[in-house]
């Protein structure tokens, strides 16, 4: 159950959130969660970097996490790393379940990790200059809401 994949190419959220709504049975609801990259800056440019494997593995270990607490059908998260430009999508997380608060709860619980833990080292280039990039303390304390 669930795909996982992580990619250096371009994705279309449209078409794997179709994919998804064909593969789920008996669901009463998916939630579908697109990230992309903002352009509020001149010559911005993201760059994700990660361990294959080693990032894999961290991520189904939320994953398995939010299967145990919430009833989840299925799901599917996509993740891009390389070289990104403003308006490409990042990441997109989709679950399904038989009731809606389990599909919601569950895709902002794995967007609230894989904002603030998930292995993923990312920079940004503006005008010339790079600067890694740290979660946010707004991501941290969302991530917080989960903690039991």
Known sequence: MGILRIS???FSPESEHIAFRDEVKGAGAIVAFTGIVRGEKQDLSLTLSHYAGFTEKEIIKIVNKAEKRWSILNWRIIHRVGVMLPGEPIVFVATASIH???SFEAA???????????PFWKSEKSLGKKK????RLQDLNDKKRWEE
């Open 100 to 102: 809606r608060r389990a």
């Open 108 to 118: 902002d619980f794995l967007m609230d990790y894989l904002k603030s833990e998930a």
């Open 8 to 10: 250096n190419t371009e």
């Open 132 to 135: 890694w990039i740290e979660p």
